[in-house]
């Protein structure tokens, strides 16, 4: 199948991939698999003092477009409050990206791997 460029973009490029230590107070992790294809995304932010995501980093095992929609949501979630963060709907990302109605649940991935991290982060901070 056709990607669109901004897949192609983010596929070949992906922006902020690797992890953070799991065990940082400061960091929420999220990991979460898709029941349809078997692929598996996970999702980290670095959450600073004043409760803002500074920072985010993503390992993806699955299509181009579950790659490009995490890129992507890693870009979209800094500067945000935890909050805002969870705004973050897959039918922005799916739109952003020209998902195909065929690939709309890799972006419901990303929608749903950074509630698991802000969900961890705030597990993390209501103890
Ligand atoms: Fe094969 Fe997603 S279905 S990588
Ligand atoms: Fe399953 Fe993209 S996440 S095909």
Redesign the pocket.
């Known amino acids: 199948m056709a990607y669109s460029d901004k897949v192609l973009d983010h596929y070949e490029n992906p922006r902020n991939v690797g992890t953070f230590d799991k065990s940082d107070d400061q960091v929420g992790t999220g990991m979460v698999g898709?029941p349809a294809?078997?692929?598996v995304m996970k999702l980290q932010i670095r959450v600073n003092e004043a409760g803002i995501i500074e920072d985010a980093r993503f390992k993806t095992y699955?299509?181009g477009s579950?790659i490009a929609s995490s890129s992507l949501v890693t870009e979209w979630v800094k500067g945000k409050t935890l909050d805002e963060a969870l705004t973050i709907r897959n039918t922005q990302i799916a739109e952003e990206l020209a998902l195909p109605p065929v690939k709309i649940h890799?972006s419901i991935l990303a929608e749903d791997a950074i509630k698991a991290a802000v969900k961890d982060y705030k597990d993390k901070h209501t103890g």
């Open positions: 898709a294809c078997g692929d699955g299509c579950a890799c």
